[in-house]
Every structure is written in C-alpha cells, then in structure tokens.
C-alpha cells in the first residue's frame, strides 16, 4: 500500500484520525521540514531509552512548550504506539515515516 501523505498543515488533527489513516493505508509520510523530522526521531528515541513511561511523567523533562509541531507528532505517536501493534518511526530526508504491524491487527 501507499503511505498516506500528511502535510504539516494536518500535523494537528486528533490522533484517531492518523489511526484511521494508518489501518487505511498502512502507514504514514509526515512531508515536514528535516529539522521537523530529525528533533522528533530524537525525541522519540529518548522515549523509547526511557522504556516508554507515562507522557506527562516524560514530557516534564522536555522542552516542548514552544513546539507545537514535534507536541502534536508525540502525542499522535504515543497513542498509535499504544492502539497498534509493532508501531514505528524512521526519520528520513524527506519527512518523517510512521507504520505498524498491520498483519497483527
């Protein structure tokens, strides 16, 4: 399947939207800025390393009051994480590439 395209003007919808997308489709191509891409892949690593604690409980570590965009991924990217299985990020040159175990579901 194609990846469903998701511009930075739709980083902002509920995460159940990006679900349906993702059962939809797939997977998901964030088309973002690479600095966009890479402070998320970074953010999102150290998420992981942490072992995955509760958001609020990670996040007060994090500066990400003036980053709408990277909040709205990490909020979308958690509650996938949790509602589907084998969910992965891969940062890339042009964007950033969500898919999940869709043989599982």
Do not use: I
Not at 31 to 37: R, T
Not at 57 to 77: G, K, P, Q, W
């Amino acid at each position: 399947m194609k990846p469903r395209q998701v511009g930075l003007t739709q980083l902002f919808l509920q995460p159940r939207v990006h679900r349906v997308w993702m059962l939809k489709h797939g997977s998901l191509w964030f088309d973002l800025p690479a600095q966009v891409s890479e402070q998320f892949d970074t953010l999102w690593q150290r998420y992981c390393d942490a072992l995955k604690p509760a958001p609020t409980a990670f996040l007060t570590d994090e500066d990400l009051v003036e980053n709408d965009a990277l909040f709205a991924l990490f909020a979308s990217a958690v509650y996938l994480d949790r509602t589907l299985p084998g969910f992965n990020s891969r940062a890339r040159a042009d964007g950033l590439y969500w898919q999940f175990d869709a043989e599982a579901v």
